[in-house]
């Protein structure tokens, strides 16, 4: 017997308690708490908040998908060349970052002539106003999360998906995670050295849903908790990346 349900974070909700990187996981979380209560109540899972804390990393990433494919889309940039633009991330920016990236002056120019205002400007913008002046409104499609249960073999897997495709490299930039994680964590921390603060935080979120050191967090936790992450990618461009998690081998 299996059950199945979907999920839509509320994104509006999600956006209007944005105020800074805290506010908007602790809001996600939130999101998150009908997805738990759905598999409590068929299920007795032990890692209860492990498998929220990486539900709530792969949402974070879908999130943030539509804001970078946006960008992407309509100046045909890619990740790291707006990255050089606007310092760290169009969600959380620091432009003082932008030096760290060797600012590229052409890609300054493709992101302004596109947004029609300086990118101090709109950067200095709360996020949810930084998202609708792109032509975007947060709606219920933009990320769904799907829960199945296997009543009989007690086991789970719940996906997340974002309704926008990634920018270029950063399926390649998830694959490398995968299947070279450690390397690719010693590559990642040394590259994300100028922007760890104090706290060991790194200032330089994902873009678009490709991951980062939250990625890679999640698949260390879930190998260490004897869960089971992966991906999946549609052939064909702009492929939605779909990630699964769960308590048996994915089939």
Same mark, same amino acid.
């Given at each position: 017997?299996?059950?199945?349900?979907?999920?839509?974070?509320?994104?509006?909700?999600?956006?209007?308690?944005?105020?800074?990187?805290?506010?908007?996981?602790?809001?996600?979380?939130?999101?998150?708490?009908?997805?738990?209560?759905?598999?409590?109540?068929?299920?007795?899972?032990?890692?209860?908040?492990?498998?929220?804390?990486?539900?709530?990393?792969?949402?974070?990433?879908?999130?943030?998908?539509?804001?970078?494919?946006?960008?992407?889309?309509?100046?045909?940039?890619?990740?790291?060349?707006?990255?050089?633009?606007?310092?760290?991330?169009?969600?959380?920016?620091?432009?003082?970052?932008?030096?760290?990236?060797?600012?590229?002056?052409?890609?300054?120019?493709? /992101?302004?002539?596109?947004?029609?205002?300086?990118?101090?400007?709109?950067?200095?913008?709360?996020?949810?106003?930084?998202? /609708?002046?792109? %032509?975007?409104?947060?709606?219920?499609?933009?990320?769904?999360?799907?829960?199945?249960?296997?009543?009989?073999?007690?086991?789970?897997?719940?996906?997340?998906?974002?309704?926008?495709?990634?920018?270029?490299?950063?399926?390649?930039?998830?694959?490398?995670?995968?299947?070279?994680?450690?390397?690719?964590?010693?590559?990642?921390?040394?590259?994300?050295?100028?922007?760890?603060?104090?706290? %060991?935080?790194?200032?330089?979120?994902?873009?678009? %849903?490709?991951?980062?050191?939250?990625?890679?967090?999640? /698949?260390?936790?879930?190998?260490?908790?004897?869960?089971?992450?992966?991906?999946?990618?549609?052939?064909?461009?702009?492929?939605? /990346?779909?990630?699964?998690? %769960?308590?048996?081998?994915?089939?």
């Amino acid at each position: 017997m299996y059950l199945t349900q979907d999920f839509c974070p509320d994104l509006k909700t999600v956006f209007n308690h944005s105020t800074n990187p805290e506010a908007f996981a602790m809001a996600i979380l939130g999101e998150l708490d009908p997805v738990m209560e759905f598999l409590s109540c068929h299920l007795v899972i032990s890692d209860q908040d492990n498998v929220k804390w990486i539900l709530m990393e792969l949402t974070a990433n879908a999130v943030t998908t539509p804001i970078g494919y946006m960008l992407g889309r309509e100046t045909g940039l890619t990740r790291d060349e707006m990255l050089s633009a606007i310092g760290t991330s169009a969600l959380w920016p620091d432009l003082s970052m932008r030096n760290s990236f060797r600012s590229s002056q052409e890609s300054v120019i493709r /992101i302004e002539q596109f947004l029609r205002i300086s990118i101090p400007e709109w950067l200095s913008r709360q996020v949810k106003d930084r998202i /609708i002046f792109l %032509g975007l409104t947060p709606a219920s499609n933009w990320v769904q999360i799907s829960v199945r249960i296997d009543v009989q073999r007690k086991s789970f897997c719940i996906s997340v998906v974002s309704a926008f495709p990634p920018l270029k490299g950063d399926i390649e930039a998830i694959r490398c995670r995968f299947e070279s994680t450690d390397e690719t964590s010693r590559r990642i921390r040394e590259e994300r050295k100028p922007f760890e603060d104090k706290e %060991g935080i790194y200032h330089m979120p994902s873009f678009t %849903g490709g991951g980062g050191m939250g990625l890679l967090a999640c /698949i260390h936790l879930a190998e260490e908790k004897n869960l089971y992450l992966d991906y999946f990618v549609q052939d064909g461009a702009e492929s939605e /990346i779909l990630f699964r998690l %769960g308590n048996h081998p994915i089939r």
